[in-house]
């Protein structure tokens, strides 16, 4: 489920998102997650982090919240830290987004949102950053600096 979750998000250079279609495809892997998880079947690190990956592109808060307890289980269970992104950076993300979600500053400044939904051109804006988090803090969870979220705000922006 991973690998499809992913691979929907990676679109080919003559494909683009087809989000009717992507929405269809989230929310089945959703459920199966879901049930996995009330079914007691999550056993490893890897399998609270692959869950907790398809759980946080949800559209529901306590989905989030979820995501981000689970990536917590999956370190405490030894969850390696590979890639770019690892359970530290996902625990952050899932937090940032529920945060979001309710209309909250986020913490780690790893959520960007869309300026206008209606404008031809797409700006994303870094989502409104609580001053409470550290880089050095923000370096431990596997997160860009506040510097780098910023810049990579003015580099969307130019799409």
């Not at 499809?4 to 009717?20: I, L, M």
């Not at 989230?26 to 997650?33: G, H, I, K, M, P």
């Not at 999956?74 to 590979?82: H, I, Q, T, V």
């Not at 031809?120 to 997160?143: F, I």
Request: neutral net charge; proline residues 4%.
């Amino acid at each position: 489920m991973e690998q499809e979750d992913q691979g929907d998000r990676t679109p080919s250079a003559r494909k683009s998102y087809d989000w009717t279609v992507l929405a269809r495809r989230d929310d089945a892997r959703l459920a199966r997650v879901k049930e996995l998880y009330q079914q007691n079947k999550l056993q490893t690190g890897n399998d609270y982090f692959r869950a907790a990956l398809i759980l946080q592109h949800s559209l529901a808060p306590e989905d989030y919240l979820l995501a981000h307890e689970l990536c917590v289980v999956a370190l405490s269970k030894g969850k390696p830290n590979a890639g770019a992104l690892d359970a530290r950076g996902l625990a952050a993300a899932s937090e940032d987004r529920f945060l979001m979600s309710i209309d909250r500053p986020q913490r780690f400044g790893t959520q960007y949102r869309l300026e206008d939904e209606n404008a031809p051109a797409k700006h994303y804006k870094l989502y409104k950053t609580d001053s409470g988090v550290t880089d050095a803090l923000r370096s431990l969870m596997n997160v860009p600096s506040l510097a780098s979220a910023k810049a990579r705000e003015a580099e969307m922006g130019k799409y």
